[in-house]
């Protein structure tokens, strides 16, 4: 986690570890098979989301979640119980809310979204890309 403190204190908020998520895709699908920031309208449209890849041939959304920005660090486990003094706690606060509405949405649509965190894709590469394997032939 020294890699995500280094990008946050040195205001890196860049889409360097989804950029490098991409690549590894590619090394699974072709470029013409995976549409970048899709867009997806929901609730009678309006609601927009715009989801990190979308897989045409699995019919397949992917989220690639930074486990800061979501709010998913332990640190950040009770950040419901937390007062909403800070713009960062309301981003988390609202970021989580976003996501649990996404996760509702897709499930109650029928829709395939898988959600990979940088920190998985860094950590246990070998198993995300084990997953992904699975995706494309269907094992998921």
């Known amino acids: 986690k020294l890699w995500l403190k280094k990008r946050f204190e040195a205001g890196d908020m860049s889409s360097g570890p989804e950029d490098e998520f991409y690549e590894l895709l590619l090394t699974i699908w072709s470029k ?3 549409e970048r920031q899709k867009i997806v309208v929901s ?3 309006q609601t927009i989301w715009f989801i990190d890849f979308y897989i045409k041939s699995i019919d397949t959304f992917i989220q690639f979640d930074g486990v800061f920005w979501h709010g ?9 119980v937390l ?16 996501d649990a509405k ?3 949405w897709f499930l109650k649509k029928n829709l395939k979204l898988v959600r990979v965190t940088d920190e998985q894709f860094f950590d246990d590469t070998i198993i995300v890309i084990s997953t992904l394997k699975d995706l494309k032939h269907g094992d998921v």
Do not use: A, C, Y
Request: hydrophobic share 30%.
């Open 83 to 98: 007062t909403e003094k800070s713009q960062l706690l309301l981003h988390l606060l609202t970021v989580k809310e976003k």
């Open 32 to 34: 013409d098979d995976i």
């Open 43 to 45: 609730n009678k449209g």
């Open 102 to 104: 996404q996760n509702e």
């Open 72 to 80: 998913l660090l332990d640190e950040f486990k009770d950040i419901d």
